[in-house]
């Protein structure tokens, strides 16, 4: 069974960062692109990044570009998502996805609220 975990948000000022991580199980990680996905209040989901099965090739939102930088430690089964200079518009939940070649995201993670607030 395909499990992911996010972990790492919560509260955080405008300006600071958070490190959000993502456990992945059941499945051959380092076999696929993984991706994060986040959700604001009231809006519909947007594409955050994503990242090739060896790490490579890392893509990014033009909201979040040079402000976050995606990686993954196929040792430990773990995607990151490093968030600097946080910005209010920032806050949403964040999920992370396998991402398939065909498919796009095809798992999902419950998510994992991120909220920019003094």
């Known amino acids: 069974e395909v499990q992911l975990v996010e972990s790492g948000g919560g509260l955080v000022q405008p300006g600071g960062s958070l490190r959000l991580s993502c456990a992945a199980s059941?499945?051959?990680?380092?076999?696929?692109?993984m991706s994060w996905v986040r959700q604001a209040p009231g809006k519909g989901l947007e594409w955050v990044s994503a990242i090739s099965w060896n790490g490579g090739s890392p893509y990014y939102a033009e909201s979040i570009k040079d402000r976050f930088t995606i990686s993954r430690d196929n040792a430990k089964n773990t995607l990151y998502l490093q968030m600097d200079g946080l910005k209010s518009e920032d806050t949403a939940v964040y999920y992370c996805?396998?991402?398939?070649?065909?498919?796009?995201?095809?798992?999902w993670g419950k998510g994992i609220l991120v909220t920019v607030s003094s």
């Open positions: 059941g499945f051959i990680f380092d076999d696929y692109a």
């Open positions: 996805g396998k991402t398939d070649p065909l498919l796009g995201v095809d798992y």
